[in-house]
C-alpha cells in the first residue's frame, strides 16, 4: 500500500531516555513489576544479609540436624543444623558478587575486543571470530569443571571462567556496531581532518550500544547465576562452610528424601533470580526498543 | 457487453496513531467483460488499496464502506469462506514484484499446481495444464522450469511464471498491479505484449494498474486517473489522451516523454506534492498544484460531470465551463 | 562443496586449537598448579614432578598443547591414569548415553516448540500468545539442574512415576525408555521454550513477505499457507540454532546427566574430574567439541535440504 505517510528514518540507535522515563515503562508491566521486585529484594538480601539473615548461617547445631521448618527456623535446617533462609540470604551475597563482577567483566573484555577486531586488521578479526565460535561451542559447565579440576576452585576462578564464556556475545554486538560506524561519513570525516577514526568510533559507539548492552547484561545475569550455582551444587564451585544457593541445593539434594523442604528452599532464589533478570531484560528491551522482538539464547 | 464490476461510493480508510487515514474516497469504477483498464496514478493515490479491496485482501485494521459489486455480488457483504472462494477462482492477480511474489522453497511446477486448487482434476492433470501454459506464455524449456526453483530463474521469466499462475485460473477478472515497475525496460514490453496476448487466452478483463501512462496507451483501452485517493478521470484511452479535462491528466500527459515535441533539457514535472491521507478535506485535493484552480477549488466539494463514450471528469473548471 | 567441507574442517580444527590452548593457558593464567591440585597439599615435591612428568607437563606449554593435538589427530585419546584403560573405550562406551539423551531433549523441543510457537504466531498478541510467550521466557532461564531437582523430588520421589536414578536396566528397552523420560525432558524443557519464540518471531515475519499474499490472493487458506509454505521457510533459523545450540545443550545434559545419575559423558566428566582424572577429562572435550562441528555440519545439510537458496553457499 502506497499510503504518502512520511516515515521517520529508522534510527540504528535506542533513543537516548531518561532513567526515570525507563523504569516508569518497566513497571508499567505486569512482568517488569514482577522483575523489579525480584531483582530488588535479591539485591537488598546481598548487601544487607548480616542485618536481615536472623542466624548465623555457618553455626552447627547438631541437634536441629534435618528439621523441617518452624516458627524459629522459616525454611527448616540442614544436615548440620544451620538455618537455610540465613544460608541462602548469605548466598545471595555470593550470587550477586559473582553476576555482576563476571558479566560485567564480559562486558568490559567483550568490548574491548569487539573495538579491535571490528577496528583492527583483517586477520586479527578473523581470529578473534574463530576463537569466538570456538568458545561458544564448548559445553561451558565441562570446561568449567575442567578449570576447577586443574586449578582448585575460588570465586575468581568461577569469574574468570564466565567472563571468557560470556564474552562471545558482547563481543559481536560491539563488533559488528564498530564496522558500521567505521564506515559510517562522520568517521571519515574525522579522519581526513587529522583526527583518529578510533576515537570518533569509541564515542559514538557508547550512545549507540548503551541500551543493547544493558539489555544483554540483565539476560546473562540468569546464566551467570546458573552457572555458579551449578558448580557449587556439584561441589565444585564455593567451598564449604561458606553459603551459595547451589551448596545449600546440594547438601538437600543428599537428603532428598528425608527432607525434601532443603531442596524446595534452596532451588526458589535460583527461580527467582533468573527469572526475575530475564523478565527485567525483557522489559528494558521493550522500553528502549519497542520494535525490536528478538529472543536470547538459552 | 455485460458488467463484470461495479464499485460504487468505495471508501477505504485505516486506523492510525493520528487519526484515521482515508486511502480511498468514495470511487465509482466500472469495468465491462473483456474490457482492459488502466488505473493510473502517483504513489499514495489510493491504487494499492483498491486493488487490495478487489482482492479482498485489505488489512484488517481497514475500514471499508460503499459497493464493490462483483458479477452481481457484494464483495464487501460477502464471508471471509465465500471472499476466499472468489480468490484464485474468477479474481486473479499478477503481483508487484516478481522477485519476492513466489514461495522461494517450492520448485515453480509445484506451486503452478497448488495455485489451481479451486479446479477439478488430479495433480498430474494440473502439472500438464501447468507445463502447457507456460509454453504459451513463451517460456522456453518448461519442463525444466516446473522443476525449478524461482532464485533460479530472471525477473522477466518470473513474471512470466506469475501471469501463467494467473491465467491457469481462468480469471474472468485479471489485476495486474503495476507488473513491470521491478523490470528493466525491454522485459517491461514484452510483459506488456504478453497480457495484451493473454486476451486470446482467457476471456478476462484486465484491470492494469501502473503509474506509467506510456503502458497504458500501449495496452489498454479504457483508462481511469487516480488522485490522492479520488478518482479524477476516466473514459476511453482514445478520448483521454486526445483530449484530457482534468488539469491533472493534463499534467501527467505533458510528463510523459514519450509525447515531447518540442526538445528540452529538462523533464517536466508537477510542483508540489500529493496531500496526506488524513480525512478531513475541503475542495479538490488537486487545487494546491493546480495552475488552474480558482474560487470553489479550494471550499466545495468535487462535481461529477459525465462525458460521451461513457468518460468521467471530477473538477470545478470543467464543471463551470460546461 | 569441497570449499565448505574445508571450511567446516578448519573450524573443527580451530575449535579443538582453541579449547585446547584456552585450558592450557587458563593453568597458566590463575594461580595454582594442577599437580598439587591433583595429589593434595601432603604431596611432596618428587611426588609432584613424576605426575608432572606423565601428565606431560615438564614440557613448554606449546609442545604439550602440540603432542596433545598430533595423538588426538590420530584417533587416541589417551589413557586412564587410574585404570590404563583406552580413553576412546570410556568415551564409546558413555556416548551413546548422552547421544540420546540429547536427541531425544531435540526432539521433545520440535514436538513441542515448533506447533506451539506456529499456535502463537497465528494469534499475535491474544492471551494465549502472551501465557506462551511469558511460560517461554521462563523455562528459557530456568537452570537445567534445578529444574532436574524440582522435578525428581515430585514425579520420582513424590509421585514415583518415574526411576529416580540410572539410565535403565541395560537390554530392557522399556525400562531405558522410561528413565529416559525425566532427563530429556528437563534437558529439553528451555529448548521448548526457545524454540517456540523462535518459530513465533521466525513465522511473524515469514507471514509477513509477499509470496504470503500472493498464496492468499489465489484463495488458498490461511492454515494451508501457514503450514505448507510458511512454516518451512520459518523453521531454516531453527535448524542453525540447533546446530549452533548444541553446547549449550550439552551444557544442560551435563548437569542433569549428574542430577539422575545417568552414566553418560557429562557423569564421566564429572567422574573424572572429581578423581582428577586429565586423560579422561580432555578426551571427552575433545568429543564434545567434535559432535559441535558435526551437529554444524548436520544443521547446514538440513537447511539446504528446506532452503534450495541456501544450496548455492555448500
Redesign the interface.
Known amino acids: ?5 512520511a516515515q521517520p528514518p529508522v534510527a540504528s540507535a535506542a533513543p537516548r531516555q531518561g532513567a526515570a522515563r525507563v523504569l516508569r515503562h518497566v513497571w508499567a508491566r505486569n ?1 517488569g513489576r514482577f522483575a523489579l521486585v525480584c531483582v530488588l529484594l535479591l539485591l537488598a538480601c546481598a548487601l544487607f544479609a548480616p542485618w536481615i539473615a536472623p542466624h548465623d548461617p555457618i553455626a552447627i547445631k547438631a541437634a536441629l540436624r534435618l528439621q523441617g521448618p518452624s516458627a524459629e527456623y522459616w525454611l527448616g535446617n540442614d544436615q548440620l543444623g544451620r538455618d537455610v533462609l540465613s544460608r541462602l540470604i548469605y548466598g545471595s551475597r555470593i550470587a550477586m558478587s559473582v553476576a555482576f563482577l563476571g558479566a560485567g567483566g564480559a562486558l568490559a573484555c567483550g568490548m574491548v575486543l569487539g573495538l579491535l577486531a571490528g577496528y583492527g586488521p583483517r586477520w586479527l578479526d578473523t581470529v578473534l571470530m ?2 569466538c ?11 568449567a ?8 576452585s575460588s570465586v ?2 568461577i569469574i ?1 571462567i564466565i567472563v ?1 564464556f560470556m564474552m562471545p556475545g558482547y563481543f559481536r554486538v560491539v563488533r559488528s556496531q564498530t564496522l558500521v560506524l567505521k564506515r559510517m561519513d562522520y568517521v571519515t570525516a574525522a579522519r581526513g581532518m587529522g583526527a583518529s577514526g578510533l576515537s570518533v568510533v569509541v564515542r559514538h559507539l557508547v550512545p549507540n550500544l548503551g541500551g543493547t548492552l544493558l539489555v544483554l547484561v540483565a539476560m546473562d545475569i ?1 546464566a551467570v ?2 552457572i555458579e ?2 558448580l557449587s ?2 561441589g ?1 564451585g564455593v567451598q564449604p562452610p561458606t553459603a551459595s544457593w547451589g551448596s545449600v ?1 546440594n547438601d538437600g ?1 543428599a537428603f ?2 528425608q527432607a ?1 523442604h532443603i ?2 528452599a534452596a ?1 526458589l532464589p ?2 527467582f533470580a ?2 526475575g ?3 527485567l531484560g ?1 522489559a528494558l528491551r521493550d522500553a528502549l526498543d519497542p520494535r525490536s ?6 | 457487453m455485460s458488467m463484470l464490476l461495479d464499485i460504487r461510493r468505495l471508501s477505504v480508510s ?1 486506523a ?1 496513531e493520528h487519526g484515521p ?1 482515508q ?1 480511498v474516497r468514495n470511487i465509482d469504477l466500472t469495468l465491462e467483460k473483456g474490457q482492459v483498464l488502466g488505473l493510473v496514478g502517483e ?7 483498491l486493488v ?1 479491496a478487489l482482492l479482498t485482501l485489505l ?1 484488517p485494521g481497514a475500514q471499508a464502506s460503499g459497493q464493490v459489486i462483483y458479477q452481481g455480488q457484494d464483495l464487501l457483504q460477502m464471508s471471509p469462506a465465500q471472499r476466499r472462494g472468489l480468490r484464485g477462482n474468477g479474481i486473479a492477480t499478477v503481483s508487484q514484484d516478481p522477485f519476492t511474489a513466489l514461495n522461494p522453497v517450492v520448485t515453480i511446477g509445484k506451486q503452478l499446481v497448488a495455485f489451481q486448487h479451486h479446479k477439478p482434476g488430479s495433480k498430474a492433470e494440473k502439472a500438464a495444464r501447468a507445463l502447457a501454459m507456460l509454453e504459451r506464455v513463451g517460456l522456453s524449456d518448461p519442463a525444466t522450469r516446473m522443476r525449478q526453483y524461482p532464485h533460479e530463474l530472471s525477473g522477466g521469466i518470473r513474471q512470466r511464471v506469475a501471469i501463467a499462475a494467473a491465467l491457469l485460473t481462468e480469471p474472468a477478472l485479471l489485476i495486474a498491479d503495476e507488473p513491470t515497475t521491478a523490470l528493466d525496460a525491454t522485459t517491461e514490453m514484452q510483459i506488456v505484449a504478453l497480457l495484451r496476448e493473454s486476451r486470446d487466452v482467457v476471456d478476462a478483463a484486465i484491470l492494469f494498474v501502473t503509474h506509467d501512462l506510456h503502458l497504458v496507451g500501449s495496452l489498454c483501452d479504457h483508462v481511469a486517473v487516480m488522485y490522492a485517493g479520488e478518482m479524477v478521470e476516466a473514459g476511453p484511452v482514445a478520448q483521454v489522451f486526445a483530449a484530457p479535462r482534468h488539469p491533472y491528466t493534463q499534467a501527467l500527459l505533458a510528463c510523459d516523454p514519450a509525447r515531447i515535441v518540442t526538445p528540452t533539457r529538462t523533464l517536466p514535472f508537477i510542483p508540489g ?2 496531500p ?2 488524513t480525512a478531513a478535506r475541503l475542495g479538490c485535493p488537486f487545487q494546491p498544484r493546480c495552475s488552474h484552480a480558482f474560487g470553489p477549488c479550494a471550499s466545495e466539494a468535487l462535481p461529477t460531470t459525465p462525458l460521451p463514450f461513457g468518460g468521467m471528469v471530477r473538477c470545478h473548471k470543467v464543471t463551470a465551463h460546461a | 562443496m569441497l570449499f565448505y567441507l574445508f571450511r567446516r574442517l578448519l ?1 573443527a580444527i ?2 579443538l ?3 585446547v590452548t ?2 592450557f593457558s ?2 597458566f ?4 598448579d ?1 599437580a598439587s ?1 591433583a595429589l593434595g597439599p601432603r604431596a611432596t615435591q618428587a611426588q609432584k614432578e613424576a605426575l608432572r612428568q606423565r601428565m606431560g607437563m615438564d614440557q613448554p606449554a606449546l609442545v604439550q598443547v602440540g603432542r596433545f593435538l598430533a595423538r588426538v589427530a590420530t584417533g587416541d585419546l589417551g589413557e586412564d591414569v587410574l585404570t590404563h584403560r583406552p580413553v576412546n573405550q570410556l568415551v564409546a562406551r558413555a556416548l551413546p548415553n548422552t547421544l540420546v539423551l540429547a536427541l531425544t531433549a531435540i526432539g521433545w523441543a520440535m514436538l513441542l516448540g515448533i506447533p506451539l510457537g506456529c499456535w502463537a504466531a497465528l494469534r499475535p498478541d491474544t492471551l494465549a500468545d502472551r501465557v506462551i510467550g ?1 511460560l517461554s ?2 523455562v ?4 537445567a ?2 529444574v532436574a ?2 522435578a ?2 515430585v514425579f520420582s ?1 513424590g509421585l514415583k512415576w518415574f526411576p529416580a536414578i540410572g539410565a535403565g536396566h541395560p537390554g530392557d528397552l522399556g525400562s531405558q525408555l522410561h528413565a529416559l523420560v525425566l532427563p530429556s525432558l528437563t534437558v529439553g524443557l ?2 521448548i ?2 524454540l517456540a ?2 518459530v513465533r ?1 521466525s513465522m ?1 515475519e515469514v507471514l509477513q513477505e509477499n509470496h504470503v499474499r500472493t498464496y492468499r490472493a489465489f484463495g488458498l487458506s490461511d492454515r494451508l499457507i501457514a503450514l505448507h509454505y510458511v512454516l518451512p521457510i520459518a523453521i531454516v533459523p531453527v535448524v542453525s ?1 540447533l546446530g ?5 545443550l ?6 542433569t546427566e ?2 539422575f545419575a545417568r552414566p553418560g559423558l ?1 557423569k564421566l ?2 567422574d573424572s ?2 578423581s ?1 582424572n ?1 586423560p579422561v ?2 578426551g ?2 575433545v568429543v ?2 567434535a559432535l ?2 558435526l551437529a554444524n555440519v548436520a544443521a547446514d545439510l538440513i537447511n539446504a535440504r528446506l532452503d534450495p537458496r541456501l544450496r548455492q553457499g555448500l
Open positions: 500500500m502506497n499510503l504518502n505517510t512482568m574463530l576463537c565460535d570456538s568458545v561458544m561451542s564448548i559445553p561451558m559447565i565441562l570446561f569443571l575442567v578449570v576447577v579440576a586443574l586449578v582448585g575468581s576462578t574468570l571468557t540468569p547465576v546458573a550455582s551449578g551444587f556439584l565444585q541445593l539434594y532428598i528424601r525434601p531442596v524446595i532451588g535460583i527461580v533468573t527469572l533478570f530475564t523478565f525483557e522482538t528478538g529472543g536470547q539464547r538459552p | 485505516y492510525s487515514l486511502a504513489s499514495g493515490s489510493g491504487k494499492s488499496t487490495s488489512p506534492h500529493v496526506p491521507p | 573450524l580451530s575449535v586449537l582453541v579449547t584456552m585450558l587458563l593453568v593464567l590463575v594461580p595454582g594442577p591440585v511469558v521466557t521462563s528459557i532461564a530456568l537452570p539442574f534445578v531437582i524440582y525428581l523430588l520421589v528451555s529448548w521454550g526457545y519464540r523462535l518471531a511473524l540454532v549452533v545450540g548444541i553446547g549449550s550439552l551444557s544442560g545434559a551435563v548437569l549428574i542430577v557429562g566428566a564429572y574430574v572429581i582428577r586429565f577429562v580432555m571427552t572435550v564434545t567439541a559441535y562441528v
